[in-house]
Every structure is written in structure tokens, then in C-alpha cells.
């Protein structure tokens, strides 16, 4: 058995406290092994985008641990090892796609130069080389969102984490960023998991995670 690139061990998280408190997540024991392909289904609310930021070491549980065993600690998550695509792009409207791109490179140390090149290589490999110099205001949602995964993978990582990244497109269009997510998954060697409330998107990956309120339920292949 290969070595984990995340692990959950009991963890858990709760927002607030008190009777306010709320349970975001009950605990929770899973593993994500290189070359997966993860489909984290459940409804709004379920607490699949909890999970996914623990396992991507945006949050903290507030209750057991959350690991990354073949990477190192949390300092050494990003950029590079683990990338994050969220629902949104959330492009910096001020700056060309190249730059959007480039951006999370330049702000780990890297020199601009160097940066540019890496983020003109991600561009290339997603077909999107020729957006490099427009502004996000000058392209699709779905292009928008492709621009997204570009820079996720900019830093070359082991673990491709994306949450509901197709949750504001049409199916065509949403059939596009699952596309891309795969091939940039083959082509970086890395895992991946995408969280998605549509079984559309969950079909397409090889093996699925069930989340129904706060509890990861089952984990089962997803239906061929």
C-alpha cells in the first residue's frame, strides 16, 4: 500500500460554541492515496467543503488530526504539493490571466521571471496559451474557471483538490472543467479529488465518498 498524501484520523470540526455551536463535520477516518480519482458527493451542507479544506490544511479540526504522510506538515502544503480549485475562480481582476496565474508563485519567493514561465507552461498544457495576455474580464465563466486550474497546477502538485469548481456552469460547460481536471491530473501524476453535489461530475471519477450531515458515510466505486 502506497503511502497517504492525506489522512483524517477522528477528525472533526465544530464552528462556535455553546448552544450555538455548530457541527460542521463528525469524525472522520480517510485516506487519500496517490493516482486517485475522488468523486466527495452529498448536498449543500453536508460538509463536504469542511472536509476538503481540512485535507487541504485551510482549517484546523477542532477535534482529532488531519495529516500529510508522503508530503511533510502543513508549511509545506502550498504552493505546489497541494492545490486548491475553488467553485469561483476568484481571479484578481487588475491582472492578465498570465499574471492571475503566476500570482501564487511570485507571492512563495519565486522571481517573476521564473514565475511567468511556469505559469505560460500551465497555460500550454490546458489549451489556454492564448488567454495568457487578457484580462478575466475578457473571457468566459468556463474559461475563467479552466484559468483556475491553471494555477492550481502551476506549482506542480501531488494532490489536486477541487470543491464544487463546477457548481456555477451549464453541464457543457462544466463537462469542460472536469475534462481538464482529469487530464491535469494524468499529466501531473497527481490525485484527485473534486467535491460535487451533481452525480453527473461524480460518475466521472473512478471511485466515490458519501458525506450526509457532517458524516462521511461510505466510500464506495462510483457506478459505471
Known amino acids: 500500500m502506497s503511502t497517504p498524501l492525506a ?5 472533526a470540526r465544530t ?17 487519500i492515496h496517490p493516482n486517485a480519482r475522488l468523486a466527495l458527493v452529498g448536498p449543500s451542507g453536508s460538509g463536504k467543503s469542511t472536509l476538503l479544506h481540512l485535507l487541504a490544511g ?22 505546489g504539493p ?16 498570465v499574471e492571475n496565474v503566476a500570482l501564487p508563485l511570485v507571492l512563495a519567493g519565486e522571481t517573476s521571471e521564473q514565475a511567468n514561465l511556469e505559469a505560460q507552461a500551465a497555460l500550454e498544457r490546458l489549451g489556454l496559451a492564448e488567454l495568457a495576455e487578457q484580462l478575466p474580464e475578457e473571457i468566459s465563466g468556463g474559461q475563467s474557471q479552466r484559468v ?3 494555477r492550481a497546477l502551476a506549482g506542480r502538485p ?4 477541487a470543491d464544487e469548481p463546477t457548481g456555477q456552469l451549464d453541464s457543457a460547460r462544466a463537462a469542460e472543467v472536469v475534462d481538464v481536471l482529469l487530464d491535469a491530473a494524468e499529466h501531473s501524476d497527481a ?17 466515490r465518498w458519501e458525506i450526509h450531515g457532517g458524516r462521511l458515510e461510505t466510500e464506495a466505486p462510483c457506478p459505471a
Open 7 to 11: 489522512r483524517c484520523v477522528g477528525a
Open 15 to 31: 464552528y462556535g460554541r455553546g448552544p450555538a455551536a455548530t457541527v460542521a463535520l463528525q469524525p472522520v477516518d480517510c485516506e
Open 58 to 79: 485551510l482549517d484546523t479540526p477542532t477535534r482529532g488530526v488531519v495529516e500529510w504522510p508522503a508530503i511533510g506538515d502543513r508549511a509545506q502544503l502550498r504552493p
Open 82 to 97: 497541494v492545490a486548491v480549485v475553488f467553485q469561483g475562480p476568484a481571479l484578481m481582476p487588475a491582472l492578465s490571466v
Open 148 to 150: 483556475a486550474v491553471a
Open 158 to 161: 501531488r494532490l489536486i483538490l
Open 191 to 207: 490525485a484527485l479529488l473534486v467535491s460535487t453535489h451533481d452525480l453527473a461530475v461524480a460518475a466521472r471519477l473512478r471511485d
